[in-house]
Structures are given as structure tokens and as C-alpha cells.
């Protein structure tokens, strides 16, 4: 009987095996089904950081003097004073996978290729059956408490599917297929964000070397920045969420509209470096053919002959049009990725805000209807947005989700609670009396 299983091994659920594995004794076991651990494989682009600072590691948040510290990460490989000569808070992203890696060979109930099949409640545990693509045989374990790290999966919109993935794929399989991609004479990016700011920044390096036209559609209103100030940034820590979750659930969607800047926005570096290139580019006569078009959505993509035609609407003009291309590349984002077993198993037995998000405690226990008698929890990091906030995938606050469910698991302070640690607040009930 372990104490908790986590379904999935993404920086969540690495993050909570690290932390269960430094101050506890609880008998745990994670599992994935993929080899080994690799972040966005297909986003690793070179050059590339991620967005949020060092700090907001696997462990720090929690334990800055942890061994699976990043600062204990780079002492080890002997890079502490190349970082600190960097001079810069970000880490490139090739680095924090290779970071999350070292941290993955020190835990050992890590396992991989091991898919979770089912999960069945048993009265006072769960019943995990996994599928060991090694071996080939299903195994099953009984966990107290499972937690359901299991990320999330490329929304490809359903009139955008059903081509080759070489000429049609999301920007999740860039790097597989970039060198193909390359071939083509014209390549056109679909939406907006950072993922797509990065693949046309690479692609745009990359276009002196080869003559494609390359193209950026998206129904955005513009090519805008993420808002970074230091005040807005506020709006990711734990004190936040308190607020967020305490809202009713149609004034929490309203709320994630209001901080859509937060979300969606793209990096001022990689827009500074967008615009370095267009610029030098546009002193030459024979400049690269490049289009950038926002108030633009795609609604549908067909194959015509060796290309294929994209059905355009600008819709504020309110004008339909029809665009070629014969490579395209889809900026259309994630949609969280909830396995098949779980709406058989518990799709009846736990409480719905709406179809398609269920209710979650602030401690991130999946509400229950039959919740008075239970003592047993499935605990959920998939699936939070609208629960916790816009935050919900920020990897600055994967450790405070951590801490509370460890410290919920464990009935004590395992972890401190780190509250009241922002200049803002939300509410007129937080004033002292």
C-alpha cells in the first residue's frame, strides 16, 4: 500500500516527488509513459529561456537549501560562475530540461514507460493499474492518495486536422520537423503567444539560407507583449489564487478574460529580437518575402494540389479571403489532458462547475459527492484554470500546489505556507480591523 501514487512525471509531479522524497517518509510511486523525461522536446529551440526566473524551480519555493536546487544543479556540473557571469534571472530552456533530468536519475520511484490505464476506488484507497510497455504486462498497485499530474495535449482544431503531420503540425512537433518544413517555398505560422513568436523567430534566422515565403496569421487583435511589470506579475502568487478560488465560478471565468495579457503574451526579448531582424532585413532590396497579419482567424485548412488553402476571415473588417501555403505550423495551444479511464471512473462521482471542469478544492482534492466520508483523496495539478487562476500553468507556482498537497497528505506543516508575501491585495476583507 504506498501512501501516493502521481499519475504522470511533468515538472508538477517531478516537483512533488522531490519534495516528498527530501522532508518525508511517505511510501510513493510516480509513473509515466513516456522513455524518459523531456520538456516540450519539440519546442527545445535553441537560444530560447523560459519565462519564468531560476527561481521558480522544482524546489525552492519550498526549500531554497534543497538539494534539487537549480543553484545545486549548476554547482554540481561546475557552471555556477558561467551562470553568475550570465547575468541573467531567466535559464535557457535546453538547460532546465537537462535540469529536471538530474533531478529525475535521483529518484528512483520515477518510473517510465509505464502508462495508467485505470484508477478504481476502493471504499478507503485506490487501485492503480498501470501497462509496463517494457515488460508488457499490466501491474496494479494500491495507493492511499493519487495525485493527477498529467499536463496537457496540442488543441488542433478540428478543421485544421487530418493532414500529414510533415506539412500540417503543432508548434509542439516544431524541431521534428523543421528541417522538412524548411524545404517548402512559402510557410505560414497560425495564432498568436510565445510558442508561435519563437518558431517565426527561428524561422525567420533561418531564412536567409532559404528562399520560403513565411507567413504569421492570428485572430488577435495585435502582436502584443505579456505584461511583466512587477505589480502585475502579482497576480501569480499564492496570495492571488486565495483570492481567485474564493470567487463564484462565473466571476472566475470573467477574471481569467480580465488577465488575458498575463496569459497569451509574448516575451519583450523575443519581440526585440522579431523586430531586430525585420528591420535589417528591410534595408535590402531583395529582402525575404515575410507577411504578419493579426485580426485574422483560420477557420478551415483544405489540400489543394501541392499546397494548401487556408479560409481566411478578417474579422473586423468582416472580409473573407482564401491564403496558400505549402508548409503550416500551428500556434493553437493546449487543451488539458485528462485520460480516457478518468470520466468511467469518476465522472458520476465527483461534483461538475461545468461539462467540462470539475470542482476543486483549494488543496487541489477533487470534491467528491459523497465527500463527508472520505479519507482517501485524488488530488489533481491538470485541469486548474479555472479553479486557481491564471497561474494554473505557471511553473512559479507548481511548488506552493505542491506544498499544500503534502502538507494535506501528511495532516501537519510539512512545507511552511508562505501567504501575505505580495505589496498587493485583493479584497477590502484583507484591511486590518
Given amino acids: 500500500m504506498y501512501d501516493c501514487i502521481g499519475i504522470g512525471i511533468g515538472p508538477y509531479n517531478l516537483s512533488l516527488a522531490a519534495l516528498m522524497d527530501e522532508r518525508t517518509d511517505l511510501k510513493v510511486r510516480f509513473f509515466d509513459k513516456t522513455p524518459e523525461f523531456q ?33 545545486n544543479y549548476l554547482h ?52 492503480v493499474e498501470v501497462y509496463n510497455r517494457r515488460t508488457d504486462e ?57 510558442s508561435a513568436a519563437e518558431v517565426f523567430y527561428d524561422l525567420l534566422k533561418e531564412q536567409k539560407e532559404h528562399p520560403y515565403k513565411l507567413s504569421w496569421l492570428t485572430r488577435s487583435e495585435g502582436i502584443l507583449q505579456l505584461e511583466s511589470s512587477k505589480l502585475g506579475q502579482e497576480f501569480f502568487a499564492p496570495d492571488y489564487v486565495d483570492y481567485f478560488h ?31 531582424i525585420l528591420y535589417n532585413h528591410s534595408v535590402s532590396e531583395s529582402a525575404p518575402d ?32 482564401t491564403y496558400t501555403s505549402g508548409k503550416i505550423i500551428l500556434a493553437t495551444g493546449y487543451v488539458p489532458n485528462i485520460p480516457p479511464w478518468f470520466h468511467d471512473a469518476f465522472g458520476d462521482r465527483i461534483v461538475w462547475e461545468d461539462e467540462k471542469r470539475f470542482k476543486v478544492t483549494r488543496d487541489y482534492k477533487l470534491v467528491f459527492k459523497d465527500e463527508e466520508d472520505r479519507d482517501h483523496h485524488f488530488y489533481t ?18 511548488v506552493d500546489r505542491n506544498i499544500a498537497i503534502i502538507n494535506d497528505i501528511c495532516g501537519e506543516e510539512v512545507y511552511k505556507v508562505q501567504r501575505h508575501t505580495i505589496f498587493s491585495q485583493f479584497s477590502m476583507d484583507e484591511y486590518p480591523s
Avoid at 507577411?291 to 499546397?307: A, F, M, R, Y
Wanted: proline share 4%; aromatic share 10%.
Fill in 246 to 276: 474564493s470567487l463564484s465560478f462565473e466571476k472566475r471565468l470573467k477574471a481569467l478574460d480580465t488577465l488575458d495579457q498575463l496569459r497569451n503574451g509574448i516575451d519583450m526579448d523575443t519581440l526585440n529580437n522579431i523586430y531586430n
Fill in 381 to 398: 495539478v491538470t485541469n486548474l484554470e479555472h479553479s486557481h487562476g491564471a497561474g494554473a500553468t505557471n511553473l512559479g507556482l507548481a
Fill in 39 to 71: 520538456w516540450h522536446p519539440g519546442m527545445l529551440i535553441d537560444l530560447t529561456d523560459l519565462q519564468v526566473p531560476f527561481i521558480a524551480d522544482l524546489v525552492t519555493f519550498a526549500n531554497p537549501q534543497s538539494r534539487y536546487s537549480y543553484l
Fill in 76 to 127: 554540481n556540473h561546475n557552471r555556477l560562475y558561467k551562470f553568475f557571469f550570465f547575468h541573467k534571472f531567466e535559464m535557457p530552456r535546453q538547460e532546465y530540461n537537462d535540469y529536471a533530468r538530474w533531478v529525475v536519475k535521483q529518484l528512483p520511484h520515477c518510473q517510465f514507460h509505464s502508462e495508467v490505464v485505470g484508477v478504481k476506488d476502493n471504499g478507503d484507497h485506490y487501485e
Fill in 290 to 321: 515575410i507577411v504578419i497579419q493579426p485580426l485574422t482567424e483560420v477557420n478551415q485548412i483544405s489540400k489543394q494540389g501541392d499546397h494548401y488553402a487556408l479560409s481566411c476571415h478578417q474579422w473586423q473588417e468582416e472580409k473573407d479571403f
Fill in 138 to 194: 499490466r501491474e496494479v498497485y494500491q495507493a492511499k492518495h493519487v495525485v493527477m499530474g498529467t499536463g496537457s495535449k496540442p488543441l488542433i482544431p478540428d478543421d485544421m486536422g487530418g493532414h500529414p503531420s510533415e506539412d500540417v503540425h503543432h508548434t509542439s512537433r516544431y524541431l521534428f520537423h523543421k528541417e522538412t518544413t524548411m524545404d517548402s517555398p512559402s510557410i505560414t505560422i497560425i495564432g498568436s503567444g510565445q
